[in-house]
């Protein structure tokens, strides 16, 4: 016999022991729990209708660990074990005589509680009931939640049977139908296109009519739009089966005959594509569904899905969130595995993220790639990290559809009474490997041995309404050779597909009007005295009996002076006068990122507090615009976002999908911080218009600027965003004045079409001297991809090409040399790199002898590398790189360091003045 003393971290080794009897008793029930007769209320005199009562919630707490969830049995249960041994020493047992009853007991009538509508009932139809609710083939866990009426909600709307659905046999039989078309397009595909990709949705297809069913309850209840993300699973059989997308068009990707888009994209595979369209029900109401275009990275559409549904619910004017839902539907290894699921959710009840709650489907195949459940994750439902919010989840076994539908319906129906996300587990199996060619099992020989032998949702299901003489087998074969010969024809169909039938692609709707073609034909940005005067004003006022902070009553003191003076604007004033001016003409703009509302450096005051009340009040001046604007009010949002760039850039760039006449912009705290949403850059921002035809107007804010801050603090990664630059996807801007700020974002929603724009922005030039603007600066002209050099340095022999802040690391060395022997231009923007215009600047220096780009970046950090070709198609010359050698680290850790990485690198920069 085994005795205590073996430690927890050999569970495995327990469990086989406890399955081989050689535990002692002790051991046995700690892992198992109490045998029977050892009752969990030990007071034999204790109230038995109290006794009923821990009873009855021990069934609430924990009754899902009991249910027939898994189709494919115990097996997999085994495979969890010695997760499942950990939680709370074992699953507390729901057997009546735990909680003192006998036989004696179950016949006679007990109070049920205010969640059954008897006032009492025999023990064993209480035990019954609760055993169907909680312990059946559909599980719920919902005691996390602590606020008490949605608890309540949940349990009466589970525990008394005329709350749930009701299943007829209408909808069963529209249930059998929608399976049969899911299994059935997955074979055709398999047969007609033998070795090509499809990551099938077979072991999940009732995936589809709860997809179906899910749309038409959601027009029920006044639900007018959805948004939906998911990754490759299933996607072409939702494509077609749900959403409605003709087959042809499916079966034209695998036949390789057209091109997506001929506006010079490059395309997607096709179980990466969006979607939209309309869904009708049985009563011709509609429900306006888009799927989101999405790459490989599994979860990275939660938050742009989350993004897109908040600028459409701005747009119907939907501030109840009633009308438009988001739909996000997972895996289960990426839901418990991507850190983007639980960022997302942390945005579900913050107030300038909120969507009014999402649906979360998991189609829990029980297994990622290869790696099974025991080792992608610590817990033993993959859902567990969705407790950290008081959402319900809802599990549900994928071979019982009516179990799933029952979840769909409690899902809807509790978003849209308290706009809190839900999610529905339904627990499934993935038939094939992860892809049709994959063997699975190498790795999993039992489950797959198992999954062989299992049939199908369809037959299971098909073989029950038989029996109940709801739907003959007859009737289903002849659907199912109905719907054999409909795909037949759209197969013929797809044959003829060419890139003619694909012009339709271009963005229609609030983007109708707009272009994809990039020009450097920029508009006139400049504002009227009269208009940026008065917009000054309200920037200026503090409104009376607001008590303002000392410095920033200096801090507004300061910018009326400038205002008065008209010079001296900086950076943050000519940023605020550029979103005044643009909510004057109509168009609202959206700002977030972490501490934006005040800015990182303490420059933006976008949002003021009243420094005097218990309970501080804020005030936002560019909401008081209403006596300038002639167009109906606009709003200025700004939103300090939680510390989650990934998720927060994603929402960001999802909301100007749907809103292009919204400045949104997102502001990195530090520029190197936006490595955390690399991926939504990668993925979305610099390619999602070449691969899914879907233009950005995305602002990123990113504050660049080397001072000696160590590396963590110093740099944006130029190099990084311009190795991304092509096809004129994006806008990369290192902008030296205010003035240009100004205008390159009103440009940005003046011009006829939307890029991205990536801006490194300043941090000590935020205060610089001689980093300011005059007014007239910002009433004429327009945006300027190259700032030439004073007219007096026309005779330079060197020219120096530089952007950004090290421009005036520059000049104010050329001053103290005296020397009108180098001129100094800059390079505003970087991409699209403006050749035409560069040259014909050079061309105005016809004395200059050497050419040298300088940078303050390391020389593998900063433009250099992309721009080393652009240069030389410019002229004969030779261009020369000045500034600090490659370095794997983007800075200096120490402050000295740096400035002497400075001092040698503009004594470089200088060199032949210097001898002279």
Known sequence: MVEKGISIENLAYLETLLEDGALSPSWREELEGPSPGSPLLPDAGADKQSRLNALIWAYRDGGYLHGRLNPLGHYMTKEMKYIYLTMKGGVESLKPEQFGFDESDMEKPFRPGRFFKEESLPLRDIIKRLDDVYCGTLGAEILHIQNVSMRNWLISNMEQPDKSVRIDAA???????DLIRAEEFEKFINTRFVGQKRFSLEGGEVVIPALKYLFKKSIQLGIRETVIGMAHRGRLNVLVNAISKPAAEIFAMF?????????????????????????????????????????????????????????IQRRRKDSNRKKVIPILIHGDAAFSGQGIVYETLNLSQLKGY????????????????????????????????????????????????????????????????????????????????????????????????????HQS????????????????????????????TEMTADFEEAKAYGDHQWNNAFQKGEWKGMTFKYSFDFPDTGVSPERLRAI??????????????????????????????????????????????????????RLSGEDCGRGTFSQRHAKWWDVSVENPQSYIPLNHLEDISPV????????????????????????SLAMPRVLVLWEAQFGDFANGAQTIIDQFICSGEQKWFRSSGLVLLLPHGYEGQGPEHSNAYLERYLSLCAEDNMQVCNLTTPAQYFHVLRKQMTQPFRKPLILMTPKSLLRHKRAVSDLQDLEEGRFQTVLKDDPKYRKAEIILLCSGKVYYDLIERRDQLGTDRCAILRLEQIYPFPEDRLKEILKSYPWVRQLRWVQEEPRNKGAWSFLQERLSRLGEKRWSYVGRPASASSSAGAHVKDMDELEEFLLEAFDEVNDK
């Open 255 to 311: 036949q390789n005959n057209y091109q997506p888009y001929v506006y010079g994209g490059s395309g997607d595979v096709k179980y990466h594509m969006g979607q939209s369209c309309d869904f009708s029900d049985e009563e011709g109401r509609n429900l306006h569904i888009s799927l989101v275009s999405n790459p490989s990275h599994l979860e990275a559409v939660n938050p742009v899905v989350e993004g897109k549904t908040r600028g």
């Open 354 to 453: 909120r969507t009014g709650g999402t649906i979360h489907i998991i189609i829990n195949n029980q297994i990622g790639f290869t790696t099974a459940s025991r080792d992608s994750r610590s817990t033993y439902f993959a859902t567990d990290v969705a407790k950290s919010l008081p959402i319900p989840i809802f599990h549900a076994n994928g071979d019982e559809p009516e179990s799933v539908i029952k979840a769909m319906d409690l899902a809807v129906r509790w978003r849209h009474k308290f706009g809190y996300d839900v999610v529905v587990d339904i627990i499934c199996y993935r038939r094939l490997g992860h892809n049709e060619a994959d063997e699975p099992s190498f790795t999993h020989p039992i489950m797959y041995q198992l999954i062989r032998k």
């Open 171 to 177: 909808l069963q039989q529209g249930i059998q139908k």
């Open 632 to 655: 109906p009010r606009r709003i200025f949002s700004v939103y300090d976002s939680p510390l989650s760039e990934f998720s927060v850039l994603g929402f960001e760039y999802g909301y």
């Open 457 to 484: 949702v369809m037959t299971l299901y098909g073989r029950e309404l038989e029996e109940k003489g709801i739907l003959s087998q007859i009737d289903q074969e002849a659907f199912k050779l109905s719907y054999i």
């Open 536 to 589: 000054g004003e309200v920037l200026t006022m503090i409104p009376e009996g607001f008590v303002a902070h000392s410095k920033l009553q200096r801090f507004v003191e300061n910018r009326r002076k400038a205002l008065d003076d008209k010079k001296g604007i900086d950076w943050a004033f000519a940023e605020s006068m550029a979103f005044g001016s643009l909510l004057t003409e109509g168009y609202h703009v």
